[in-house]
C-alpha cells in the first residue's frame, strides 16, 4: 500500500520559536502532497499544496510566509511554522495520492504540535 | 465554494446491526467520492473509493453513489466495536490543476456492544 510517515508525531515548542515538520512518501513518488491542519472536534482543513520544484499553492487564509512549505525532492515535503503562537497549536497532516490513481490521498499519521 | 455536509452525528448502533453514513455534496463536477475512517488522535485512514453510481462492496464495507442526487453514502454491515470512530466523506475537485479534496465535518459513529 501507499504509507506516508511523518516526523515529528508531536512537538512542544516555546511561543516565537520556529518548527519544521517533515512528510515523506515512503514507498511511492509523490509530485504533490498536501498540508492539513485540524482543530479538536473539527475537519481537516487543506492549508497548501506542495508542489515538487515549484512554490507551493496556499488556502485562501492562509499565511504563507508562516507557514513555510518546501517540496525537496519526490519524497519529501516539510512544514515551518515559523514564529509560532499558542493559535497555532493544532493537529497538522499530510497526505499524498498515488500517481496514476483515482485521486486517494494517503495520509500520513500527523504531528500533534503544541505552542506554550 | 464547494461543500460536503454530513450529519455530525453521534450515530449509534448496536453490535452486529448495519450502520448508514450519509453524506451529499454541492459540486457536481466532482467525479471521484472518499470515506475515511478517523479514530480520536488519529489521522484518517482510507477505507473505500467509489467513482461511478451504483454500489461498490469491499468486505463489509458498501459505498453508494448517486450523482444526480449529489449523494454518497457508507454501510457498515455487522457493526463491531472496532468500528467506533468518526467517519469522514470527501469529494474531489480540481483547482489549478491539482485534484483536491474538501472533508464533510465527519460523523461520530459509535457502536454499542
Known amino acids: 500500500g501507499a504509507v506516508v510517515s511523518q516526523h515529528p508525531s508531536w512537538v512542544i515548542c516555546k511561543s516565537g520559536t520556529s518548527v519544521k515538520i517533515e512528510c515523506r512518501s515512503l514507498d511511492f513518488q509523490a509530485t504533490t502532497m498536501f498540508w492539513y491542519r485540524q482543530f479538536p472536534k473539527q475537519s481537516l482543513m487543506l492549508m497548501a499544496t506542495?508542489?515538487?520544484?515549484?512554490?507551493?499553492?496556499?488556502e485562501q487564509g492562509v499565511e504563507k510566509d508562516k507557514f513555510l512549505i518546501n517540496h525537496a525532492s519526490l519524497t519529501l515535503s516539510t512544514l515551518t511554522v515559523t514564529s509560532a503562537h499558542p493559535e497555532d497549536s493544532s493537529f497538522y497532516i499530510c497526505?499524498?495520492?498515488?500517481?496514476?490513481?483515482?485521486?486517494?490521498?494517503?495520509f500520513g499519521p500527523g504531528t500533534r504540535l503544541t505552542v506554550t | 465554494q464547494k461543500e460536503v455536509e454530513q450529519n455530525s452525528g453521534p450515530l449509534s448502533v448496536p453490535e452486529g446491526a448495519i450502520a448508514s453514513l450519509n453524506c451529499t455534496y454541492s459540486d457536481r463536477g466532482s467525479q471521484s467520492f472518499f470515506w475515511y475512517r478517523q479514530y480520536s488522535g488519529k489521522s484518517p485512514e482510507l477505507i473505500m473509493s467509489?467513482?461511478?453510481?451504483g454500489d461498490k462492496e469491499d468486505g463489509r464495507f458498501t459505498a453508494q453513489l448517486n450523482k444526480a442526487s449529489q449523494y454518497v453514502s457508507l454501510l457498515i454491515r455487522d457493526s463491531q466495536p472496532s468500528d467506533s470512530a468518526t467517519y469522514l466523506c470527501a469529494v474531489n475537485f480540481r483547482d489549478f490543476g491539482n485534484e483536491k479534496l474538501t472533508f464533510g465535518t465527519g460523523t461520530r459513529l459509535t457502536i454499542i456492544p
Open positions: 497526505s499524498a495520492p498515488l500517481a496514476g490513481g483515482g485521486y486517494e490521498q494517503y
Open positions: 506542495s508542489n515538487e520544484g515549484s512554490k507551493a499553492t496556499y
Open positions: 467509489i467513482y461511478s453510481n
